[in-house]
């Protein structure tokens, strides 16, 4: 049974951080790519971050650039998002991606099969 369980998300005011993780069980990350997705209330979900298998290689969405940061311990097999200077803009439901299908460059929804169930996000201006 493949399983995705995020922790950290929480109440923060603009400027202030949080850390999110994403420990995944079974195959859903142990030798994957993974990412960071977020969806905002009435909008699509939309690419984060992602982090390669061994940690070596990132990529962001512009807008986190320079304030987020993903990364991953393969030794606890959990992935982490640090969020610097959050902004209300930044407030949805965040969600862990594994299992990427190899295919594409890891930002799409359709690249991963296997997913969290979410942590909330909420930046009070």
């Known amino acids: 049974q493949v399983q995705l369980v995020e922790s950290g998300g929480g109440l923060v005011q603009a400027g202030g951080s949080l850390r999110l993780s994403c420990t995944p069980s079974g195959r859903a990350g142990r030798r994957d790519t993974m990412a960071w997705f977020r969806q905002a209330p009435g909008k699509e979900r939309e690419f984060v971050a992602a982090?390669?298998?061994?940690?070596?290689?990132?990529s962001y969405t512009d807008s986190v650039k320079g304030r987020f940061s993903i990364s991953r311990d393969n030794v606890k097999n959990t992935l982490y998002l640090q969020m610097n200077s959050l902004k209300p803009e930044d407030a949805g439901v965040y969600y862990c991606a594994g299992g990427w299908t190899g295919v594409g460059r890891a930002t799409l929804v359709s690249e991963y099969l296997y997913w969290g169930q979410g942590t909330q996000v909420t930046v009070s201006s």
């Open positions: 982090v390669s298998r061994i940690g070596g290689n990132t």
